[in-house]
T-cell receptor
Framework: AQKITQTQPGMFVQEKEAVTLDCTYDTSDQSYGLFWYKQPSSGEMIFLIYQGSYDEQNATEGRYSLNFQKARKSANLVISASQLGDSAMYFCAMRDGNTGNQFYFGTGTSLTVIP | DTGVSQDPRHKITKRGQNVTFRCDPISEHNRLYWYRQTLGQGPEFLTYFQNEAQLEKSRLLSDRFSAERPKGSFSTLEIQRTEQGDSAMYLC?????????????FGPGTRLLVL
């Protein structure tokens, strides 16, 4: 079974608009961490935001926020006020007791910001 | 620049040749990871070091692959007798262990093409 599922292969958003990138996860652990990374065409994975399973508040980092719905096992990334530089691949990842120290990544969502 | 660095950034080789990649982690990070990423996929875990000890290895890491981290600083990943299926992006990441979040910070990757 897939640990991380990203169902949107590609998304388009108008510049200055908000966009939500979906991520659902599968784990039987109570303690886990969820991460979002951005990968521009240059290839480097850039850390965006983290949500711990015990965190009561949704994580926020600047224009990025994470809509964490624990019962639904979803951890959607919300990007507000999209910019042209946000065009990239976005990966959701998880680390839990089963994955040990490694991250398990989804297949990614390609976001294109339209001027 | 104090981020994770990888060398070379690109490598083209002929099938059957050996290749070696180097990763220099963030200096205070004691954990180092290697991932492989193929087109259209998220990164897949290969192996993990805590200081100089290799603690986890994926089933993806066949006996043609070997990784080292002498002295717990930089790491090398060697692929012997390369095959066309080895063509991928090889990503290195490092983290500071024993932290609540333990975010992994990635290098720019080495793109390998096996002809």
């Amino acid at each position: 079974a897939q640990k991380i599922t990203q169902t949107q292969p590609g998304m388009f958003v108008q510049e200055k608009e908000a966009v939500t990138l979906d991520c659902t996860y599968d784990t039987s652990d109570q303690s886990y961490g969820l991460f979002w990374y951005k990968q521009p065409s240059s290839g480097e994975m850039i850390f965006l935001i983290y949500q711990g399973s015990y965190d009561e508040q949704n994580a926020t980092e600047g224009r990025y926020s994470l809509n964490f719905q624990k019962a639904r096992k979803s951890a959607n990334l919300v990007i507000s006020a999209s910019q042209l530089g946000d065009s990239a691949m976005y990966f959701c990842a998880m680390r839990d007791g089963n994955t040990g120290n490694q991250f398990y990544f989804g297949t990614g969502t390609s976001l294109t910001v339209i001027p | 620049d104090t981020g994770v660095s990888q060398d070379p950034r690109h490598k083209i080789t002929k099938r059957g040749q050996n290749v070696t990649f180097r990763c220099d982690p963030i200096s205070e990070h004691n954990r180092l990871y290697w991932y492989r990423q193929t087109l259209g996929q998220g990164p897949e875990f290969l192996t993990y070091f805590q200081n100089e000890a290799q603690l986890e290895k994926s089933r993806l890491l066949s006996d043609r692959f070997s990784a080292e981290r002498p002295k717990g600083s930089f790491s090398t990943l060697e692929i012997q007798r390369t095959e066309q299926g080895d063509s991928a992006m090889y990503l290195c990441a490092s983290s500071l262990g024993a932290t609540r979040v333990e975010t992994q910070y990635f290098g720019p990757g080495t793109r390998l093409l096996v002809l």
